[in-house]
């Protein structure tokens, strides 16, 4: 079964409106999710929903309100995001960081009481798109155990960086863990194993099985400095932006809870430190350079392919999502069948 993408965006934008959102927030929201699904990263995409339903079902993300800005300068804000999908809240506080650092060189804009907004790339990627470099961090629900210990303390904790370039798309979006959460989710959701050395069972011991990884905690990549840099996004993207840290985190993983996690990004304007199109030429020159090594790859190379094999072949649903999609649609008087092919 498969959903092309143009179909995906115009099923989110129906289901979305029909559940109360407006048409601006829902395009972005629809945005955000198909971004993820092109890309490969189908954890964060359209799988995500039953999720979401279940979050607007239980009043812990709202489909309506504004978000307020509590404090702000030339070159930061603090935002409350009163709760509204994650998409919306991170959309405009990326646009607001953008906008200040094309002034000043520079700008931070912290939320909380937001929600999981998708892949964190995205965000990066509207900085790329306005010709500024762009870094998005964010904490999660407990899900890492510190080293040597098994009980999950630190978050999962992503972090993007996007470059701007003439030629080349030059972004990485990762976790800190050795995998994203929603990938055990859609492995538990799909009946598959995950692979070795990802995670450990509630005892402590590794496991294959998404179920008890999910009960357990997920390895930090690269073991120390995993663990470090989550670390410290967890204080950058908890008590920085008055939102909770560590064990105080919920409602990123199932939105059975309010989500209490806080984000960060951050916009620079390479124009007020250097020439622009020196700045590109010198960064397309280093791009040709590792190019010319060998057989290699440059960050970003990977979503490009994945983006141009799904926006042709379309994003294959498998049977789970499939029927869950399914009734959300049926719920809400919506034709499903409209929007898939096989």
């Given at each position: 079964?498969?959903?092309?993408?143009?179909?995906?965006?115009?099923?989110?934008?129906?289901?979305?409106?029909?559940?109360?959102?407006s048409e601006e927030d829902a395009g972005i929201v629809a945005k955000a999710t198909l971004d993820a699904d092109l890309?490969?990263?189908?954890?964060?995409?359209?799988?995500?929903?039953?999720?979401?339903?279940?979050?607007?079902?239980?009043?812990?993300?709202?489909?309506?309100?504004?978000?307020?800005?509590?404090k702000e300068t030339e070159a930061m804000a603090l935002i409350n995001g009163n709760h509204l999908f994650g998409q919306v809240v991170a959309y405009k506080a990326m646009m607001l960081a953008i906008e200040k650092a094309k002034k000043v060189g520079i700008a931070a804009v912290g939320t909380h009481d937001s929600n999981h907004f998708g892949v964190t790339g995205f965000y990066s990627d509207l900085a790329i798109k306005n010709g500024v470099i762009g870094v998005v961090t964010a904490n999660t629900d407990p899900a890492i155990a510190p080293l040597g210990a098994k009980d999950p303390i630190i978050g999962t904790n992503p972090i993007a960086i996007g470059i701007p370039a003439e030629?080349?798309?030059?972004?990485?979006?990762?976790?800190?863990?050795?995998?994203?959460?929603?990938?055990?989710?859609?492995?538990?959701?799909?009946?598959?194993?995950i692979p070795e050395n990802v995670a450990l069972d509630s005892e402590g011991n590794p496991t294959t099985d998404p179920t008890e990884a999910l009960k357990g905690s997920i390895l930090p990549f690269g073991?120390?400095?995993?663990?470090?840099?989550a670390f410290m996004i967890e204080l950058m993207t908890g008590p920085l932006v008055n939102a909770a840290c560590g064990i105080g985190v919920t409602g990123t993983a199932n939105h059975s809870k309010k989500c209490t996690k806080g984000d960060l990004f951050i916009a620079?304007?390479?124009?007020?430190?250097?020439?622009?199109?020196?700045?590109?030429?010198?960064?397309?020159?280093?791009?040709?350079?590792?190019?010319?090594?060998?057989?290699t790859f440059v960050p970003g190379d990977l979503e490009v392919k994945n983006i141009a094999k799904n926006e042709k072949f379309g994003l294959k649903v498998d049977e789970k999502l499939y029927a869950n999609l399914n009734k959300i649609c049926e719920n809400l008087e919506i034709d499903f069948k409209e929007y898939i092919s096989n």
């Open positions: 079964m498969i959903l092309t993408a143009e179909k995906e965006k115009s099923l989110i934008i129906e289901i979305l409106t029909k559940l109360g959102l890309k490969g990263f189908t954890s964060h995409g359209i799988g995500r929903f039953p999720q979401y339903i279940h979050g607007i079902e239980s009043g812990n993300i709202l489909t309506d309100g504004e978000i307020k800005i509590e030629d080349t798309y030059i972004a990485v979006d990762m976790a800190t863990s050795a995998s994203a959460r929603g990938k055990l989710l859609e492995a538990q959701r799909k009946g598959e194993k073991a120390h400095k995993g663990y470090a840099l620079i304007d390479p124009s007020k430190f250097v020439d622009m199109d020196q700045f590109k030429s010198e960064t397309e020159d280093f791009v040709d350079q590792v190019r010319a090594s060998g057989d």
